[in-house]
């Protein structure tokens, strides 16, 4: 399969979340957009492993590696993110009782 | 050593100010350590008669081609004899003045004076510079602490204008700087590579050293920090602004700017006289409506200055020695003018020269220093600016580098008239006439004010009637400015 | 014995020496001390004076350097004083004259307190000095401090009573007018300078042949300028009749006497120069006569005894402008001398004649005073019959002497200079029967009050009028027997003989004896016109001589006035919004575009990714189109 789809499809998903945090006001699903964003990345640094090892899998055993585990260590601060932010947006219903993003521009004042 | 002492006794005296606690002590400490400062430079002149010890040269910052390089010529000495006479006459002047934090206060002032005298004494571009800053920056403190109630906004005018002129001339040292083959910053280099650089090039380096320059002294239409300011610092301050801090400005166009770049000078010469006769008579129309007596002196300061300026920029032999002799009459003068608007202000309550009148009946004394102080202002013959202005006045007429001489003379002309108008009419409204509340209860001069304002007088008179004294040091310097900025010599090269 | 000499720096030093005396201790001394120490000064020059005059008459000369003044380069200018034919006499007016003035003064400030009393003397003395420096002066700077000097002693002295602002402002009027002359002045010595390489009278005259005709003619012109201040003449003289604010005795000696001649003086000093160009002699001469006939006409109305007497300087002064102007210049010289004393004589007479009437110096409220004040009242009549030119009195052989060379120069000049004696012959005479015939028309009070003066005061008048009688003596002319024209011979080494084209003795009879004819039927019609006076209010011409011709008026108008509108737009308008608009314009500027960037930080998140995608677009577009 080419590289293309997975480019094509990978900027969908990153232009969904990108249009998604900048429509949406409710704080989880912007947080799902993050997720999508980030998982667009995930995709297109697995599908470029992929490609880099198919090319110089001959000179170097180990080629195009590297990207899957970037995807590894996303993962892992991902999920760390969505606990923290979670963690935050429960802190902000309970103060605010809303979690419309609209409400947190105090970094204004 | 002297240059040396110049700096380091207030330097040292200053920093250590900022350590005292109470205000009499830091008080007669500042007047002491000025005291040592003044009876240097008398030994100093005395030494300058047999050429010792007026030079000191140390490596400072070697890799970039900088020497804390110091010496005292002629001009130098003259302006460090009016610095440190200038410092003693102020303190001794404004001795009953109260001031919060006193100990910052004369250690500031302290600073100001090695900064001054550094200016005066650096052989080194980059360490003028530096001391230019660091006479300029306590300044900057003293301003905005001590004085009326605009002075922030004052004081923040003044420090755009001069930074400004600071970067700029900062520009202008770090290019010539990479321009000199050997890459050094001593004024020598700078003066033989001033002989060799394109006219174009001369022009830029000219106007990034005359601004900073112009805005010192002020030269007219930068002028417009100085009213202000010197009408919102308190008295002190304004003294060691107008007395001794224009004249960096002055001295500057002389040691840094002539005969560094000649060409571009000569060329611009016109547009710059012109510039400061301009400023003579619009100052001088200026000071005619001024109520305030603060702001009524600033502007004559600046018509004074302004003759300054356009002397220098006519390139004679006896307009530069009219320049510096007037360099230290007019520091004389304009103190003297100053003390007596403190103590106007402080007897009376009042500087609108309006809600002043008959001062003479209560205060005799008072008047007659002020009416000689003013007299001296007006140039009158046997005091010191009538010899500083008629050699002015002569080497503008005699210039060679313009072709207006003549028109130059005769505006230039018109300012002393104006001068007399506007110095006469300040004496009569203040001193003469009725009596007004505000100087019914007014009283004379007490003998600290009595001893600085004879001092002052005494000066006045002397150096009117025997300037031949202050003549002779600057003879040598005329000559060698006159000769580094040769332009004739110069045209035929390019 | 030329080191008999020697002693001229005494000439100026006693008088220094008597101001520092009196004005550092004048709380000190009692006011005896303070008179005595304030004559002896003057009357100590005197003696040198007059020791200094018998050894030039010998003919001796000298010129000493006491310090270097200013050296800078090739310009050197030495301490220096002179004493030639030309300084010597005018050394003799001058402590002559201010010498009687100073023994008048000491009776007649005889009420001011101790402190004022010595600043008074102080000041006289100080004038004395200038006045000296002057006329000593060997070069032009040295006469140019005397110059200045005698102006700044003038602006003292008439603003001596400094309460009254009235008088400051005279005082203010006199000092600047004297500066704008200075300026002319200045600028003619920075001429002379750059033409010939130094103020030196003897180096300068030497060089002056070898200037060209236009220089020549700017330098005096400048000159002239200078004079016109010091002397009031056209255009600069309306200070001088408002100086007579000062007490009397200062009118006398500066602005009658002594320094109004000042301009004179240097003139004649450098009459090389004034040789040489033709134009401005004609200039002065042109100026000299109209501001002659111009004060003439305005004294004729004038009301204030003393303010006739000073436009009647003005106009003498014009007179001696007049002579120097058509070459003669020891004419002129000589009416320098004979108006010194007369009009020292007239002023002094009218401070009698106030005091006696107790301040009163309108003269339509005098009258009369014969009877009571009779040394004054012949005293006058003497200064009166000289200043209009009677024979033999010194007036009428000075008058005659600049009339006569006016003749040889000028028909013209000469038949206006005429008309102007018979307006100084009337309005003198005027002054005359107004105060001293007629009945008294005062308040009763001060006709009680009326008194002669005391022989303090009378004593100067007596010893000026004798003068006034004897001074014309002095240069005679040669028709009237021989051994005439001494003070011509005398001033000779200064001022060459001129050998113009000479009028035959029987015109020169006419010449003098028609005037003077001429002179006395005006006499008469005045005493006619005058006989039964009654004060009555101008009208037409009278009212506009009154008012002086408006000059005053007019100069407030087209210079005063405007100067200080153009100062006070600058202040107000130009300096604010312009200038000073100019620089806060920047820092507004910078101000209102951070305010405006400032609306980008809105603090929500949105807002700041939607910037930060855009902004990224952005970039990528750029990058996109720059790699095609």
Redo the contacts between chains.
């Keep these: 399969m080419p590289i293309n789809y997975y480019i094509f499809l990978s900027l969908t998903l990153f232009t969904i979340g990108i249009v998604g945090i900048l429509i949406r006001r409710n704080a989880i699903i912007v947080f799902m957009c993050i997720e999508i964003m980030l998982n667009a990345v995930n995709l297109l640094l697995v599908a470029f492993s992929k490609m880099h090892h198919l090319q110089g899998a001959a000179a170097m055993p180990t080629a195009g590696t590297d990207g899957q585990i970037f995807v590894f260590f996303i993962m892992v601060v991902a999920a760390a993110e969505v606990t923290v932010g979670l963690a935050i947006i429960v802190m902000m219903f309970r103060n605010i009782h809303s979690i419309d993003i609209n409400f947190l521009n105090r970094l204004k004042h | 050593m002297i240059p040396v002492l110049f700096i380091v006794i207030p330097l040292v005296s200053g920093l250590a100010l900022f350590f005292f606690k109470n205000e009499k002590p830091a008080r007669s400490f500042a007047l002491f350590s000025s005291l040592i400062s003044l009876v240097i430079s008398i030994l100093g002149l005395t030494a300058f008669s047999s050429g010792q010890h007026l030079q000191f040269a140390v490596t400072w910052l070697g890799f970039l081609g900088s020497s804390f390089s110091v010496k005292v010529d002629g001009m130098g000495q003259v302006l460090c004899l009016l610095t440190a006479v200038s410092y003693p006459l102020i303190f001794i002047a404004t001795w009953k003045n109260q001031y919060r934090k006193a100990n910052n206060y004369f250690a500031l002032m302290l600073l100001t004076q090695a900064g001054l005298m550094g200016v005066f004494v650096a052989m080194d571009a980059l360490l003028f510079y530096f001391f230019w800053e660091l006479a300029v920056i306590p300044m900057y403190f003293l301003c905005s602490q001590w004085g009326g109630e605009k002075r922030i906004q004052a004081t923040i005018?003044f420090f755009?204008?001069t930074f400004l002129g600071s970067v700029l001339m900062l520009v202008g040292i770090i290019y010539l700087y990479s321009k000199t083959p050997e890459h050094s910053f001593s004024i020598e280099a700078f003066y033989k590579l001033g002989k060799t650089l394109s006219y174009e090039t001369q022009e830029w380096v000219f106007w990034l050293f005359f601004f900073a320059f112009a805005v010192k002294m002020p030269i007219f239409?930068f002028?417009?920090w100085q009213p202000d300011l010197y009408e919102q610092s308190g008295s002190s301050i304004t003294m060691v602004l107008s007395g001794v801090m224009v004249k960096m400005g002055v001295f500057a166009c002389l040691r840094w700017l002539l005969p560094v770049v000649s060409i571009a000078s000569y060329r611009w010469g016109d547009v710059v006289t012109s510039m400061a006769v301009i400023g003579i008579l619009?100052a001088s129309?200026?000071?005619?409506?001024?109520d305030d007596l603060k702001r009524m002196v600033a502007y004559s300061s600046i018509a004074h200055i302004g003759l300054m300026g356009a002397t220098i920029f006519s390139e004679t032999?006896?307009g530069f020695?009219?320049v510096m002799i007037q360099m230290f009459n007019h520091c004389i003068n304009i103190i003297g003018m100053w003390i007596v608007v403190d103590m106007i202000e402080k007897k009376c309550g009042t500087r609108k020269i309006s809600e002043l009148g008959?001062l003479?009946?209560r205060a005799?004394s008072l008047a007659i220093f002020a009416m000689v102080i003013g007299?001296a202002n007006?140039a009158?013959?046997?005091t010191n600016a009538f010899?500083g202005e008629?050699?002015m006045?002569?080497g503008i007429?005699?210039s060679s580098v313009t072709q207006y001489n003549?028109v130059f003379?005769?505006l230039a002309?018109?300012g002393?008239?104006l001068a007399?108008?506007y110095i006469?009419?300040m004496i009569?409204k203040v001193?003469?006439?009725?009596l007004k509340n505000s100087t019914a209860r007014a009283t004379d001069t007490g003998w600290s004010e009595n001893f600085v304002l004879s001092v002052i007088v005494i000066l006045i008179l002397w150096m009117g009637?025997?300037?031949?004294s202050l003549?002779q040091l600057t003879?040598e310097i005329?000559?060698t400015i006159l000769s580094n900025s040769d332009i004739t010599s110069l045209l035929t090269k390019h | 014995m030329q080191n008999a000499l020697q002693l001229a720096w005494l000439v100026p030093f006693f008088p220094l020496l008597g101001f520092l005396i009196t004005g550092l201790f004048r709380r000190q001394l009692s006011k005896t001390m303070i008179a005595i120490v304030g004559n002896a000064v003057v009357f100590a020059s005197l003696l040198v004076s007059v020791w200094i005059f018998v050894q030039v008459k010998d003919g001796n000369s000298y010129v000493a350097e006491y310090f270097n003044f200013i050296s800078a380069g090739s310009l050197k200018i030495p301490f220096a004083l002179q004493i030639d034919a030309l300084s010597s006499l005018f050394l003799l007016i001058v402590t002559g004259v201010s010498f009687i003035i100073h023994f008048y003064s000491v009776f007649y400030m005889k009420e001011e307190s101790r402190e004022h009393y010595g600043r008074f003397f102080s000041y006289m003395n100080l004038f004395v000095f200038s006045m000296l420096l002057l006329v000593m002066g060997a070069n032009f700077v040295i006469m140019f401090i005397g110059w200045e000097g005698v102006g700044l002693c003038s602006y003292l002295l008439i603003g001596y009573w400094f309460k009254n602002k009235e008088y400051n402002k005279a005082a203010d009027k006199a000092f600047i007018m004297n500066r704008i002359g200075d300026l002319g002045f200045l600028i003619a010595m920075f001429w002379i300078l750059s033409k010939t390489g130094s103020f030196d009278f003897a180096v300068v005259f030497s060089k002056a042949s070898a200037l060209s005709t236009t220089d020549v003619t700017i330098i005096t012109l400048l000159l002239f300028i200078g004079a016109t201040g010091k002397s009031a003449q056209i255009p600069l003289y309306t200070w001088l009749p408002d100086a007579m604010a000062g007490p009397t005795p200062v009118s006398a000696l500066i602005h009658a006497a002594t320094m109004v001649t000042a301009g004179v003086y240097m003139i004649a000093r450098s009459n090389v120069l004034y040789s040489l160009a033709p134009l401005s002699q004609y200039i002065i001469a042109i100026v000299g006569l109209a501001t002659a006939i111009l004060a003439a006409t305005v004294a004729l109305k004038q009301n204030d005894i003393k303010k006739v007497l000073a436009y009647s300087t003005v106009s003498q002064l014009g007179y001696m402008f007049l002579g120097l102007g058509v070459g003669a210049y020891s004419a002129g010289v000589f009416h320098v001398m004979t108006h010194a004393f007369f009009k020292a004589l007239l002023f002094l007479a009218a401070g009698s004649v106030i005091h006696a009437m107790s301040g009163e110096q309108d003269i339509r409220k005098m009258g009369g005073l014969r009877g009571k004040l009779k040394t004054t009242y012949f005293t006058f009549l003497v200064g009166c019959i000289a200043i209009s030119g009677i024979p033999p009195f010194s007036g009428f052989f000075s008058k005659d002497a600049i009339l006569l060379s006016t003749y040889e120069h000028n028909k013209i000049l000469y038949v206006i200079a005429i008309f102007g004696t018979l307006l100084t012959a009337f309005y003198m005479f005027r002054l005359l029967f107004l105060t001293f015939n007629g009945n008294f028309r005062g308040t009763d009070e001060q006709h009680h009050h009326l008194h002669e003066s005391k022989a303090g005061i009378t004593l100067p008048l007596i010893v000026l009028a004798i003068l006034s009688f004897v001074g014309g003596f002095a240069d005679i002319p040669e028709i009237f027997g021989k051994g005439g024209n001494r003070l011509t011979e005398f001033l000779a080494p200064v001022i060459p003989l001129s050998h113009g084209a000479s009028v035959s003795h029987s015109t020169e009879m006419m010449l003098m004896f028609i005037p003077a004819v001429l002179v006395l039927l005006v006499i008469v019609y005045a005493w006619y016109r005058f006989k039964n006076y009654r004060p009555s209010e101008e009208k037409g011409l009278g009212k506009i001589l009154e008012n002086k011709w408006y000059v005053d008026e007019f100069y407030d108008k087209i210079f005063v006035k405007p100067l200080y509108q153009l100062g006070s737009f600058l202040n107000k308008t130009f300096e604010r919004s312009v200038v000073d608009g100019l620089v806060n314009g920047v820092g507004k500027l910078v101000n209102y575009g951070s305010r405006q960037i400032r609306l980008l930080q809105s603090g929500q998140i949105g807002s700041y990714i939607l910037l930060m995608v855009l902004s990224m677009l952005f970039v990528f577009i750029i990058q996109f189109f720059l790699r095609k």
Excluded: C, W
């Design positions: 005018k755009i204008y239409p002028h417009t619009y129309l200026i000071a005619l409506k001024q032999y006896v020695q009219g008959g003479a009946q005799p007299l007006v009158l013959p046997l010899i008629f050699m006045f002569n007429f005699s003549i003379t005769v002309g018109i002393i008239i007399a108008i006469l009419n009569r001193f003469f006439g009725d009637v025997y300037p031949d003549l003879k005329s000559e």
